[in-house]
C-alpha cells in the first residue's frame, strides 16, 4: 500500500503570497522595534563615554590633591586659571635637599627636604602641569577651570578648591574637589 498524494503534500514550498506577507511582518516588527535598539545603544554609549571622562577627570584631581598636600603652605598662589606652588618631599637621595634637624623628647630627629616649584595651567583645552622645566599634558577636554585658594591659619589648613568642567564629544561634566594643604613641615622652603 503506497500513498502516492501524501508525498506530493511535502514536496510543496511557500507561495509567493506566504512570503511576501512574511516579509511585511518582519518589516512591521523590525520598524516597531528600531526606535527602542537604537535609543538604547546611544545610552550605553554615552552613559561610557561619560564614564571615561569621569574617570579621567578624577584621576587628574586625584594627582593634584596629592601633590598640593604636600605644598609648602605659603607658597600656595592662584591666578586665575593657574596655579603655583611649592611642593615639599622628603629626599634622602638628593645632595642639595636642606637638612633640618629637630628635638622631639630631646633627641634630635634629622630631615632631608627637598623643594619642587610646580605650576599647573589651562592652556587652550589642555591642563598643563610644568615641574623643574619638565612639562606635560595633565588632562585633555578642559572647557573650563576654577581654582580658589582660602588660606589658612594656626587652627584651619589652607584650602584649595578646584572645579573642572570637562567637554569630549557630546558628553560634559563638571568635578569639584576641596584639598587641605597639610604640609606639617611649616614654611620649609625659602
Partial sequence: ???????????RGFTLVELVVTMVLIGIIAGV?????????EGFTDTRARAEL??????????LARDLRQADPGTVRVQGDRLDYTRVTVDF?????????????????KTYLSCTPVTVE?????????ENGAQGVLLDGVASVDLVANTGDARRPEV??????????D???????????????????P
Fill in 93 to 109: 637621595a638628593d645632595a642639595d635637599a636642606d637638612l633640618t634637624v629637630d628635638y622631639r623628647g630631646g633627641v634630635p630627629h
Fill in 122 to 130: 589651562k592652556n587652550a583645552d589642555r591642563l598643563l602641569w610644568s
Fill in 33 to 41: 522595534l528600531a526606535p527602542f535598539i537604537y535609543q538604547a545603544t
Fill in 54 to 63: 569621569v574617570g579621567k577627570g578624577r584621576l587628574a584631581l586625584e594627582r
Fill in 160 to 169: 584649595v578648591a578646584i572645579t573642572l568642567e570637562l567637554e569630549e564629544g
Fill in 1 to 11: 500500500m503506497r500513498r502516492v498524494g501524501t508525498m506530493a503534500g511535502f514536496m
Fill in 171 to 189: 558628553s560634559s561634566i563638571e568635578l569639584h574637589r576641596e584639598v587641605h594643604v597639610r604640609n606639617t613641615q611649616g614654611d620649609a622652603c
